[in-house]
């Protein structure tokens, strides 16, 4: 069932002990910090107050999700309109999924080439490596699979429901930012997006592997459903914290594409996922995308990053990550004429 992490884990062990040459790869300061201060409870945010509530409600609720992306980029949301069954039933039909075989997940034709993940395959040194496997599927493998599964109509209704919510928070975030809301709408189709199932097997040695390195992602923001095993570690005020679990929430993260068209306003933070030494973790992510040409203007009379398209920015990242083993990401698009 299981990548072989073992073999990979011992393959990178040896290369770190048989360096003579001492020749160690440089990595980010934030993959060294291993000590963790706190667990926190993210800032909760009552999503039903922006549909069904008075108009004073509205206003509050929206400036809470502007604050929450100003000072933590990270906020949970209940009341949120997914149901619970849909995403237990999301839940069941992963774990089905994970279960079979590595030799008929890393070789399967459910969705297109290149969608299951694990590992790390650019990792020189066991900071690189994470100790998860992953489905990073287009949106377009769901919406054109007439293959009418119990996995793909799970997926279909998980991502459905989660495009609404994403909108949602979208616009309000523009309006926060005075930028036209409507944007999200054309620039962000159905097809642009990605929805992602993440296992984290039990490690061995949680003390040297992550079972995510640590990241920012690359959109406009994530929707994350995970279990309760916990394990999600993101940076606030320059240190880790542990995200505590809530089993009525989903959580919101803010992505670069977000940090950079907001001219900064909201923060798209670095997290990571620990891992376990005896529980396995799953979670599913949506993430908020545009299509490929879609060109990212930082407001403003001073703009922090110069324009750039979605295409070149996946780009750079990928040049990064294979030269680098890690992704820089908008430091590579600072504007210099500021």
């Known amino acids: 069932m299981d990548p072989p992490f073992n073999e990979i884990y011992k393959n990178l062990l040896f290369k770190q002990i048989t360096n003579t040459e001492n020749n160690v790869p440089q990595i980010p300061f934030s993959f060294s910090i291993t000590a963790v201060v706190e667990e926190v409870e993210l800032p909760v945010i009552d999503v039903s107050r922006l549909i069904g509530g008075a108009e004073k409600e509205r206003e509050?609720?929206?400036e809470e999700i502007a604050r929450a992306s100003r000072e933590?980029?990270?906020f949970q949301v209940i009341n949120h309109g997914i149901s619970m069954d849909v995403l237990e039933k999301m839940r069941q039909e992963q774990i089905r999924v994970f279960r079979e075989p590595f030799d008929k997940k890393s070789k399967s034709e459910r969705f297109s080439a290149g969608s299951y993940r694990w590992g790390t395959p650019s990792a020189t040194c066991l900071r690189q490596l994470s100790w998860s496997e992953a489905f990073h599927v287009p949106m377009t493998d769901i919406s054109n699979n007439k293959d009418f599964t119990t996995l793909r109509s799970t997926m279909e209704k998980f991502a459905s429901e989660s495009e609404a919510l994403a909108y949602t928070l979208a616009e309000v975030l523009?309006?926060?930012?005075g930028r036209k809301s409507n944007f999200f709408k054309e620039k962000c189709v159905r097809n642009t997006c990605y929805?992602?199932?993440?296992?984290y097997p039990p490690c061995p040695k949680p003390s040297e592997v992550y079972g995510l390195m640590p990241h920012t992602d690359s959109d406009f923001l994530t929707i994350l459903y995970q279990d309760q095993v916990g394990g999600l570690q993101l940076i606030k005020d320059n240190r880790w914290i542990a995200v505590k679990p809530n089993p009525r929430a989903l959580i919101i993260n803010i992505g670069?594409?977000?940090q950079a068209w907001s001219n900064g306003m909201y923060k798209s933070v670095e997290h990571r996922v620990m891992t376990n030494p005896t529980v396995e973790r799953f979670s599913t992510a949506y993430f908020l995308c545009p299509s490929y040409d879609a060109v990212i203007e930082c407001s403003g009379d001073c703009p922090t990053y110069r324009n750039f398209s979605f295409r070149e920015f996946r780009q750079q990242v990928q040049e990064d990550v294979k030269k680098l083993g890690y992704k820089v990401g908008l430091p590579r698009f600072v504007n210099h004429l500021y």
Not at 174 to 177: N, P, R, Y
Not at 195 to 199: C, E, S, W
Request: no cysteine; charged share 35%.
């Open 256 to 258: 670069d594409l977000f």
């Open 72 to 74: 933590w980029g990270f």
């Open 60 to 62: 509050i609720s929206k």
């Open 174 to 177: 523009a309006e926060k930012s």
């Open 195 to 199: 929805l992602r199932m993440n296992r």
